[in-house]
């Protein structure tokens, strides 16, 4: 085929401005042209297309075997043709047989250019798909590009790539506007006839999780452990906290100087009130824990299979541990794996007389 500069000044532009890697674009473009050639010599597995980006040019040729009698003309051939290409050729020889642009015929140009501009588009989503999955399970910061003014759907940009944020993963309440800067939690990344599909969320666990990896230092290097985290977005999060090393206070260092650190993932999440709680391995220190800002008097497993257990408060504190429409008890619930029977200190003893 010949040096072609325009064509590769071309895969450097397209490269640049898809952001696909040039290597990736032009193993596609041979596979295009090997199968638009196929179709004109016969359909065999014979076509051989070599790419150089440093001499800027490519070559396209058939291969075949010299034989004493052609079965297949296809990918065989006699001694005397053979002869016409390398004047040494013997039977058992393999002989590749250049084949000129003109002879790929109109058709075969228009099928590789078409399987050329699929094989591009391939490529990027294989490599979109690939930049994204590496993004699973982290936080991302995205910008909102629209916003549906009727289903609430929220179209926002992760580098180039478009995704939809849905209404049911916003925080509740929370009003994006066009142009925002988000932080988002990447809960999957699948594959679709469209190409990649990112699932993302706002109101993930997950996001509080990385949030605080962002503000806590001693969560990022593995000092501070995340045991658990139960969340309601827009309104409570509880995370349950722990550290190995004794001398580190894993609540205090999530809570920061002053507040700091936790104020910071508060204002991230528009105001959400955030419960860090000492993690225990044992049940009833850690259940009393979780009902935090509450007081707890008592807590006693009554079925330790079943994990159900029962906790006795203050009278005075029966609402604040049980939370507003329940909410308080609920997350301590989510976050032991225990569900919770709080009595009040008056009719928990009142009740056993």
Known sequence: MGANSEFFEALDMLSKERGVSK????????????HAVRRDYGGEDNIFVDVDPETEGFKIYIRKDVVEEVENPNTQMTLEEAKTYRSRARIGSVIDIPVKVKKFGRIAAVNAKHVIRQGI???ERSQVFE????????LVTAV?????????NAVVLIGKTEAILPKNEQVPDEVLIEGQHVKLY????????RGPRILISRTHPGLVKRLF????????DGTVEVKGIAREAGQRTKIAVWSKDENVDPRGACIGPRGSRVANIVDELGGEKIDVILWSEDPTQFIAE???????????????D????????????????IGNRGQNARLAAKLTGYKIDIRPESGYYGEEN
């Open 23 to 34: 290597e990736s674009l032009i193993e596609k473009i041979r596979a295009a042209i090997i």
């Open 213 to 220: 990896e962002n503000e806590v230092p001693e969560i990022f």
């Open 186 to 193: 990447v809960v999957d990344v699948e594959v679709s006839d």
């Open 144 to 152: 909102v590009n629209r916003v549906d003014p009727v289903r609430g």
């Open 131 to 138: 930049e994204l999955q590496s993004k699973e399970g982290e």
């Open 290 to 304: 979780s009902l935090s800002p509450a007081n707890v008097i008592n807590v006693e497993i009554t079925d330790k």
């Open 306 to 321: 079943e994990k159900v257990c029962r906790v006795t408060v203050p009278d005075h504190q029966l609402s604040l541990a």
């Open 121 to 123: 588009r391939d490529a």
